[in-house]
């Protein structure tokens, strides 16, 4: 069994059951499936060939137990600071497997990349292109990098998550990007390996990814043409995971077809996989603490806050709430919400659960930017995260103490 799973009415996590893990970690609590994220990621590295990359996105989820799974696994990663870098490197990637994206990389970013010789740095700016040649130039040492490619395309999805718009911070506009490839070439400091492009999160149509890869197609035949030795198109990430019975797009259906575009122009192929390598290996485990009925709802009111789990209070994400243990109590409709002094501290609205004031709820898909955003507000703790791997459990982040949450503020 990979992953969650109900047996005799007890949702388990692989072949744990998470009442009982409830029961000797306390909640909120991260549980995460090891064997469903094996699954998820060679479900990628099966579909593409020897010279082709799949970077881990380390934003979704960058428990560093995680990245040492997917390391091991022969697994490549995205990251979009120096500490994600940094951790990946502590994780045993090899350097020569990461790509690091994102429009504010700083000074001591950049020399820490040049320095590691990682596989490329995706320049997102002709500014920051300026500041790479002049880093590299100090250091004396070539910098590797691609491209990022703006290419005003909506991904369908949420504002937040759609990267891909004129009118987003990220990548060059296409009109801007043969006066930069001449500027980089010109410096005698970048190795332009390739040029890529992220449209943005929670995709389910199929004509977006290859309007993008055409796109991407295109302007490499053209930089081609003018002498640039590309081997590299990065198509991003961005296939979407059903968090409500949306119809998912399967990497290797997908990449068939864009491997058969790309085999003729002698391109190789890399990929920056998240939410649908980490979103659905995890739950959050909360407990009910009260049940308060007004005269026009029903409020569960739980353990678990918009510090544990924001994506519901930011992008109104729809997350599946289940109970962990069936009972006999009447179902009723129920807000689910949580102790946090915000209007918007709300996991569900109208959702059918049979509850009593000691259940335990699953908040589903948690896999993914969920503890990675978790903040301290309001004074709480953040939860700790477990990993199963059939019945091995082990602890990969343990609860914060009270002691954790002071101790920045005393040692001053």
């Not at 934003?59 to 951790?87: C, P, Q, T, Y």
């Not at 077809?257 to 659905?280: D, H």
């Not at 009260?290 to 994400?317: C, E, H, W």
Request: proline residues 3%; charged residues 25%; contains cysteine.
């Amino acid at each position: 069994m990979k992953g969650l799973n109900r047996i005799e009415g007890k949702l388990f996590i692989d072949e744990v059951s998470l009442e009982d893990l409830a029961k000797e970690y306390g909640t909120p609590v991260y549980v995460y499936s090891g064997s469903k994220l094996k699954e998820n990621l060679n479900g990628y590295l099966s579909s593409v060939r020897e010279e082709d990359k799949v970077c881990y996105s380390v934003k979704s989820n960058s428990n560093i137990h995680l990245l040492e799974l997917l390391a091991d696994l022969g697994s490549g990663f995205d990251v979009v600071s120096g500490n994600e870098l940094r951790k990946c490197l502590e994780a045993g990637a090899k350097p020569e497997d990461i790509v690091f994206s994102g429009v504010g990389k700083t000074e001591e970013e950049l020399v820490l990349a040049i320095k590691e010789n990682i596989f490329s740095i995706n320049i997102e700016s002709e500014e920051e292109l300026d500041r790479i040649i002049k880093t590299a130039k100090d250091l004396e040492k070539k910098a590797q990098c691609m491209i990022r490619i703006n290419p005003d395309i909506s991904s369908e999805s949420h504002p937040y998550i759609q990267t891909g718009l004129k009118t987003s911070k990220f990548g060059i506009l296409r009109e801007g990007i043969d006066s930069l490839v001449e500027k980089a070439s010109k410096s005698g400091l970048i190795n332009l390996k390739g040029i890529a492009s992220h449209v943005g999160s929670q995709i389910f149509n199929k004509e977006l990814i290859f309007e993008n890869l055409n796109l991407l197609i295109e302007i490499a035949n053209n930089l081609i043409r003018q002498g640039h030795a590309l081997s590299y198109i990065d198509l991003g990430g961005g296939l979407g995971i059903s968090y409500q019975e949306e119809k998912e797009l399967k990497p290797r259906a997908v990449l068939e077809e864009v491997i058969s575009k790309l085999e003729p122009l002698n391109l190789n192929l890399l990929l920056e996989p998240g939410r649908s390598i980490s979103g659905n290996t995890g739950v959050l485990l909360s407990k009910v603490e009260y049940l308060k009925k007004t005269s026009d709802l029903n409020f569960a009111v739980i353990d678990s806050g918009m510090n544990d789990l924001l994506r519901p209070s930011l992008y109104q994400a729809w997350h599946n709430i289940s109970v962990v243990e069936t009972n006999n109590q009447k179902e009723l409709s129920y807000e689910v919400v949580g102790p946090v002094c915000e209007s918007g501290d709300t996991f569900g609205e109208d959702r059918i659960l049979s509850l009593n004031e000691d259940s335990i709820l699953a908040i589903h898909d948690a896999g993914a930017y969920g503890h990675v955003m978790s903040s301290n507000y309001n004074s709480r703790l953040r939860p700790p995260e477990i990993l199963v791997e059939g019945q091995e459990i082990k602890v990969i982040r343990r609860r914060e103490t009270f002691d954790d949450l002071l101790r920045q503020e005393r040692d001053v």
